[in-house]
C-alpha cells in the first residue's frame, strides 16, 4: 500500500527559483495538508484542502500556492524561493468524517535548501 | 488561541526507565488530543488519541490521560526501549487541522 506519496525526497534551489512538490494520497481521504518542520518549531501548517477544487491557507501560507484538481493529488508550489523557506515539508491526508478524522496519514517529507 | 506546549527534550534515559513526557494545551472548547511519533528519516505517525475528558489513549505500552481540569496529555510508558527513540509531539484537533507540539526527542540507551 502506498499510502501518501511525496516527490521529490530532497532538492536544492537557488534564490527566486520556482518549484511544485508533489503529493499523491491513494487513500481517497478528503482532506490534505501540507506542513512545514524546522528544527525545534514542530510543525506548522501552510495549507489545507476539504475536498477536490477547496484549499485554504493555514498558519504559514505566504510564499507558497497549492491547488486541488483531484481529490488524490495536492501539489504545493513555490513561486519564488527564498532561505527562509528552508525546511522539510510534509504532506497529510486524512478521513474527513467520524471519529478518526484526527488521524493523519503523513508521507516521508520533502528536504528542501534554498541557497 | 489554540496551542500545545510540550517539554522541552532531549530526554536521555536507559532501557527499562520510566518516561513521561509533558503536555498541556491551551484550547476553546473541548479539542481532540493526540500524541504523534516520528522515527529518524520518517514522516510523524498517529500513536494513541484521546477525544473526551478522562478517555485514556494508549498504544505499544504508552499511555496518555486527557485531563480537563489541568488541559494535560501528558505522555507516559512504564519501561523504555531502545527502539522508542525518537520525536514525540503533542497535538490538538482545531477545527479541520491538527496543531503540533515543537516536539521532545527522546534517546534511549542500552
Known amino acids: 500500500n502506498a499510502g501518501v506519496t511525496q516527490t521529490p525526497k530532497f532538492r536544492i534551489l537557488k534564490i527566486g527559483q520556482s518549484m511544485t512538490l508533489q503529493c499523491t494520497q491513494d487513500?481517497?481521504?478528503?482532506?490534505m495538508y501540507w506542513y512545514r518542520q524546522d528544527p525545534g518549531m514542530g510543525l506548522k501548517l501552510i495549507y489545507y484542502s476539504v475536498g477536490a477544487g477547496i484549499t485554504d491557507k493555514g498558519e504559514v501560507p505566504n510564499g507558497y500556492n497549492v491547488s486541488r484538481s483531484t481529490t488524490e493529488d495536492f501539489p504545493l508550489r513555490l513561486e519564488l524561493a527564498a532561505p527562509s523557506q528552508t525546511s522539510v515539508y510534509f504532506c497529510?491526508?486524512?478521513?474527513?468524517?467520524?471519529?478518526?478524522?484526527?488521524?493523519?496519514?503523513f508521507g516521508e517529507g520533502s528536504r528542501l535548501t534554498v541557497l | 488561541g489554540n496551542s500545545v506546549t510540550q517539554m522541552e527534550g532531549p530526554v536521555t534515559l536507559s532501557e527499562e526507565a520510566f518516561l513521561t513526557i509533558n503536555c498541556t494545551y491551551t484550547a476553546t472548547g473541548y479539542p481532540s488530543l493526540f500524541w504523534y511519533v516520528q522515527y529518524p528519516g520518517e514522516g510523524l505517525q498517529l500513536l494513541l488519541k484521546a477525544t473526551k475528558a478522562d478517555d485514556k489513549g494508549s498504544n505499544k505500552g504508552f499511555e496518555a490521560t486527557y485531563r480537563k481540569e489541568t488541559t494535560s496529555f501528558h505522555l507516559e510508558k512504564g519501561s523504555v526501549q531502545v527502539s522508542d527513540s525518537a520525536v514525540y509531539f503533542c497535538?490538538?484537533?482545531?477545527?479541520?487541522?491538527?496543531?503540533f507540539g515543537k516536539g521532545t526527542t527522546l534517546s534511549v540507551s542500552s
Open positions: 497529510a491526508s486524512s478521513y474527513s468524517k467520524g471519529v478518526n478524522t484526527g488521524e493523519l496519514f
Open positions: 497535538a490538538l484537533k482545531a477545527g479541520t487541522a491538527l496543531i
Open positions: 487513500m481517497n481521504h478528503n482532506y
